[in-house]
């Protein structure tokens, strides 16, 4: 499967920005999809994460209550709306793909992954 990440941009602090991810290929409903993101100088980290049917969701502490994950297997389409953006949620958000139906907050269960988009929260 192929993955493209769209949606990313410079948005102000408090303000809220969604980004998208599009699934190329069919048997996009037998992935688990996952949303990372790599600050500048930082090691990647997991953001968020949905299962195949979209019924459970999984928050990294720091944005649960302000993200929210979503997605639509008819559209092939996974998507991240963020709210209430910080300055330290700026990075590069990246979609990734897995067969894995447990461990979804570790990259390392991934197997495909986007290129990336950069979101950028200004102070």
């Known amino acids: 499967v192929q993955l493209q990440a769209s949606g990313g941009g410079l948005v102000q602090a408090g303000g809220s920005l969604s980004v998208s991810c599009a699934a190329s290929?069919?048997?996009?409903?037998?992935?688990?999809m996952g949303w990372f993101r790599q600050a500048p100088g930082k090691d990647r980290e997991f953001v968020a994460a949905i299962d195949r049917s979209g019924g459970a969701v999984y928050y990294a502490d720091s944005v649960r209550g302000r993200f929210t994950i979503s997605r639509d297997n008819a559209k092939n389409t996974v998507y991240l709306q963020m709210n209430s953006l910080k300055p330290e949620d700026t990075a590069v958000y990246y979609c990734?793909?897995?067969?894995?139906?447990?461990?979804?907050?570790?990259?390392?269960?991934?197997?495909?992954w986007g290129q990336g988009t950069l979101v950028t929260v200004s102070s």
């Open positions: 990734a793909a897995t067969k894995a139906t447990y461990g979804l907050r570790l990259d390392r269960e991934y197997d495909y």
């Open positions: 290929g069919r048997a996009f409903s037998t992935y688990a």
